[in-house]
């Protein structure tokens, strides 16, 4: 696909409803597009026994959100880092900002570059679709990969795809830590869907699989940037 304007895009999710997945389908449709997942730089850090990692695995094993301020400056330090901090680069956020006062921040930040948010998906997948489904996610942890046994499966039983390396099921996929996750989620929709709205850049698709969801993603991104 053939995309002109820079995109500067979120996908807002519940856990579970596909923002891996389309993240990774929508970096192979649209070559200037680069994406950070702060669930999967969070794990990065804890693999690597950092202090961020430190901070992070004991409120990931719990299903909670890290603190406003600490998730602020971690990912803008990233964005400066990858030289995105202007109004040329193209990149996706996949688990950022998911409250409002993450939304507020990242606002701050971008628009002294003048390169404030553009689009914000909303991925929307019914809840008992998503708890069916996770039982049956396995993750790459390193590369973050996510396989579905039933809908996506690795090539080899467990094993990624490119590395051929083991895959493993996410500590914070069970079902409770999962159901507090889920709820986590629903509370802080509404407010952000708000403030994106009033900016004019929120949009929503649904459907039941990535299958379903991805062409209709690819369509608004196509429409909006081409
Ligand atoms: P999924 O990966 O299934 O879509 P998710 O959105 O719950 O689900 P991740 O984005 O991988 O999962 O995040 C995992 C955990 O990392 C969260 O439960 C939370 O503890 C922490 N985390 C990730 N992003 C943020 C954020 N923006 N603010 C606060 N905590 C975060
Ligand atoms: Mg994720």
């Known amino acids: 696909m053939t995309v002109l304007k820079p995109i500067r895009l979120v996908l807002l999710g519940a856990p579970g409803s596909g923002k891996g997945t389309l993240t990774s389908r929508l970096l192979k449709n649209v070559p200037q597009l680069s994406a950070i997942s702060t669930g999967d730089l969070l794990r990065n850090e804890i693999a690597k026994?950092?202090?961020?990692?430190?901070?992070?695995?004991?409120?990931?094993?719990?299903?909670?959100?890290?603190p406003d301020k600490f998730m602020a400056e971690l990912v803008s330090s990233e964005l400066g880092n990858r030289q995105w901090l202007n109004n040329k680069a193209s990149f996706l956020l996949d688990g950022f900002p998911r409250t409002i006062n993450q939304a507020t921040e990242l606002d701050k930040s971008l628009q002294t570059h003048d390169a404030n948010i553009n689009l914000v998906v909303e991925l929307n997948v019914p809840p008992e679709v998503i708890l069916q489904r996770i039982s049956n996610r396995w993750v790459h942890q390193p590369s973050g990969r996510v396989y579905n046994l039933q809908y996506s499966p690795p090539k080899v039983p467990f094993k990624d795809d490119v590395t051929g390396e083991p895959l493993i099921q996410r500590p914070d996929d069970n079902p409770e830590t999962f159901k507090v996750r889920l709820d986590g989620y629903f509370k802080q929709l509404e407010p952000l869907k708000e403030f994106y709205q009033k900016k004019g850049v929120f949009d929503v698709v649904s459907g039941e699989t990535s299958d379903i969801v991805f062409p209709k993603l690819l369509e608004v991104v196509e429409k909006k940037f081409s």
């Open 49 to 66: 026994k950092s202090e961020i990692g430190s901070v992070a695995s004991g409120y990931i094993k719990k299903g909670q959100l890290l």
